[in-house]
């Protein structure tokens, strides 16, 4: 059998030991539903404390560090803050220093990285799993918690294309699967994802905020929005569920997002594309990060926008 046509064979709960790294909001469903559906599932998390929660309510198994999961596995799935964080738990500290998969992973291992990374950076991570046969594919997510929870998160695919449809039974479970291109385009298209998102929601945030003070009900605006062209998940999905209730409880924090605009625009860059909404959105949110502090819910960047 040749190497494209070993790739091209569908992974299955019998031939696969998963590793999966970061047991979080996000994390802890997105496994639960790996478990759910068969596959033998080994997790790891810094937090001792939520390797063994997920393990007394879901099953599978805890790893106590990363060089035993690594030697365990033969597919590690990553869902951790950012790309830096991934690249110290694959490769260690300078010079390898410290826990890391690296050190006990075998040839031949594939790497999911399903966290909100750099894309320039994992391509570089790429290039440097080449030589010890380390196979790397990126595939972050979209719809939250709440997607998490459901199993109807959008999974977006960059890499080899044979290999991702490998791997479409392990990443089936957690959501719906868009390949869209080679490694580091996952990570691309989400952060783009989340600059339109990001910039939707400011626009209707500053919308409401002028309606409110012109005298129309922030309601009835969202209402209208909704009705009309300006419509957008913010304000479909947002506004009367975590904001005009004042809730701010949606889950995901407003320095995340400020994080991947910031990425969103080092693609633009690294693609040569002035992207002058772009950077003025990132300039509104960081404004907002330091005003309203990068652990507040993301709906809080009205708070920053004026008075509701």
Same mark, same amino acid.
């Given at each position: 059998?040749?190497?494209?046509?070993?790739?091209?064979?569908?992974?299955?709960?019998?031939?696969?030991?998963?590793?999966?790294?970061?047991?979080?909001?996000?994390?802890?469903?997105?496994?639960?539903?790996?478990?759910?559906?068969?596959?033998?599932?080994?997790?790891?998390?810094?937090?001792?404390?939520?390797?063994?929660?997920?393990?007394?309510?879901?099953?599978?198994?805890?790893?106590?560090?990363?060089?035993?999961?690594?030697?365990?596995?033969?597919?590690?799935?990553?869902?951790?803050?950012?790309?830096?964080?991934?690249?110290?738990?694959?490769?260690?500290?300078?010079?390898?220093?410290?826990?890391?998969?690296?050190?006990?992973?075998?040839?031949?291992?594939?790497?999911?990285?399903?966290?909100?990374?750099?894309?320039?950076?994992?391509?570089?991570?790429?290039?440097?799993?080449?030589?010890?046969?380390?196979?790397?594919?990126?595939?972050?997510?979209?719809?939250?918690?709440?997607?998490?929870?459901?199993?109807?998160?959008?999974?977006?695919?960059?890499?080899?294309?044979?290999?991702?449809?490998?791997?479409?039974?392990?990443?089936?479970?957690?959501?719906?699967?868009?390949?869209?291109?080679?490694?580091?385009?996952?990570?691309?298209?989400?952060?783009?994802?989340?600059?339109?998102?990001?910039?939707?929601?400011?626009?209707?945030?500053?919308?409401?905020?002028?309606?409110? $003070?012109?005298?129309?009900?922030?309601?009835?605006?969202?209402?209208?929005?909704?009705?009309?062209?300006? $419509?957008?998940?913010?304000?479909?999905?947002?506004?009367?569920?975590?904001?005009?209730?004042?809730?701010?409880?949606?889950?995901?924090?407003?320095?995340?997002?400020?994080?991947?605009?910031?990425?969103?625009?080092?693609?633009?860059?690294?693609?040569?594309?002035?992207?002058?909404?772009?950077?003025?959105?990132?300039?509104?949110?960081?404004?907002?990060?330091?005003?309203?502090?990068?652990?507040?819910?993301?709906?809080?960047?009205?708070?920053?926008?004026?008075?509701?």
């Amino acid at each position: 059998m040749t190497q494209a046509e070993k790739k091209a064979v569908a992974l299955s709960p019998a031939t696969a030991k998963v590793g999966f790294v970061g047991i979080g909001n996000m994390g802890e469903p997105m496994a639960s539903h790996l478990i759910k559906a068969g596959w033998i599932v080994q997790v790891y998390d810094s937090d001792t404390g939520k390797t063994r929660k997920f393990v007394a309510t879901h099953g599978g198994g805890g790893a106590a560090s990363l060089a035993e999961l690594g030697r365990h596995s033969n597919v590690i799935i990553t869902m951790l803050p950012d790309g830096h964080v991934v690249r110290q738990v694959v490769l260690g500290g300078t010079g390898g220093a410290g826990d890391c998969l690296a050190k006990s992973m075998a040839q031949g291992t594939v790497i999911i990285d399903m966290s909100s990374s750099s894309p320039v950076g994992t391509r570089a991570l790429g290039k440097e799993l080449v030589a010890p046969g380390i196979s790397l594919l990126d595939a972050p997510v979209s719809g939250g918690v709440k997607g998490a929870v459901a199993g109807s998160l959008a999974i977006m695919i960059g890499g080899d294309e044979e290999l991702a449809k490998r791997f479409d039974p392990l990443l089936a479970p957690m959501g719906r699967r868009f390949y869209v291109g080679s490694l580091g385009s996952g990570h691309a298209a989400k952060v783009l994802n989340n600059y339109v998102s990001a910039a939707g929601l400011a626009a209707a945030g500053e919308a409401v905020i002028i309606a409110r $003070r012109f005298g129309i009900d922030a309601q009835t605006l969202i209402n209208v929005i909704n009705a009309s062209t300006g $419509r957008n998940n913010s304000t479909e999905n947002k506004f009367a569920q975590f904001i005009l209730n004042k809730k701010f409880n949606s889950g995901f924090a407003l320095g995340l997002m400020a994080k991947d605009l910031v990425l969103a625009m080092e693609v633009a860059e690294a693609c040569a594309v002035p992207a002058e909404l772009g950077h003025a959105t990132l300039r509104l949110w960081k404004a907002a990060e330091a005003e309203v502090g990068g652990k507040a819910d993301h709906t809080e960047i009205v708070k920053h926008l004026g008075d509701l």
